[in-house]
């Protein structure tokens, strides 16, 4: 069964002290690794594609890597502002574009 | 802003009643995608539609159905409402080239008393 897990369920960082959340994932053959954010009261905002293991992505404050088995977010020096849930989704082959499985999220707060 | 809209953002009604919730794609967008997000299930994948026809379905209870209308716009209906249905509805719109993003609205929350 395709399954996504993130780890840890919530992280409390003082602004400018660098981390890493964590992405797990179990798909019979991985089409893509989305990750996206999502504030209080909003829907899903998106952040990165990646494709295959060895692909990294940056902006700003934020670099998602990939490897066969997870994925990470990096985070380094951040702020008050990326204070939100992070969340981590895969889309399997044959399945619909749509068709995202979503981990249960990291939420994160950056405290000043 | 994502230019997903999603009406209403709130709902509040009995059990055994019917709603219906909008959304309006981004334009541009042919496909359209309903979740569903509780507390303890996460973001779920109802039902997705591609200029007007079903394409996937995911985990929808047959109580709920959806259609996508010339417009492209589409209504999520939810009917004999139990209290487990309140959560919050997305639509998310994506554009026609494979791996395209999906872009959510900010949702519908749905309580159901």
């Known amino acids: 069964e395709d399954q996504v897990t993130q780890s840890p369920e919530a992280l409390r960082l003082q602004e400018g002290e660098s981390s890493s959340l964590n992405c797990s994932y179990t798909v019979s053959g991985l089409r893509g690794l989305f990750w996206y954010r999502q504030d209080p009261g909003k829907g899903p905002e998106f952040l990165f594609t990646?494709?295959?293991a060895g692909e990294e992505k940056e902006k700003e404050r934020l670099k998602a890597t990939l490897t066969k088995k997870e994925s990470f977010l990096h985070i380094t020096a951040p702020k008050p502002e990326d204070s939100a849930t992070y969340l981590c989704?895969?889309?399997?082959?044959?399945?619909?574009?749509?068709?995202?499985?979503f981990g249960k999220g990291t939420k994160l707060s950056v405290k000043p | 802003d994502s230019g997903v809209t999603q009406t209403p953002k709130h709902l509040i009604t009995a059990t055994g009643q019917r709603v219906t919730l909008r959304c309006s794609p981004r334009?541009?967008?042919?496909?359209v995608y309903w979740y569903q997000q509780s507390l303890d299930q996460g973001l779920q994948f109802l039902i997705q539609?591609?200029?007007?026809?079903?394409?996937a379905k995911g985990n929808i209870l047959e109580r709920f159905s959806a259609q996508q209308f010339p417009d492209l716009h589409s209504e999520l209906n939810l009917s004999s409402l139990e209290l487990g249905d309140s959560a919050l509805y997305f639509c998310a719109s994506s554009g026609q080239e494979d791996n395209s993003p999906l872009h959510f609205g900010n949702g519908t929350r749905l309580t159901v008393t």
């Open positions: 990646l494709y295959s």
């Open positions: 989704a895969v889309q399997a082959w044959g399945g619909s574009q749509g068709n995202l499985i």
């Open positions: 334009s541009g967008d042919l496909s």
């Open positions: 539609y591609y200029n007007g026809e079903e394409r």
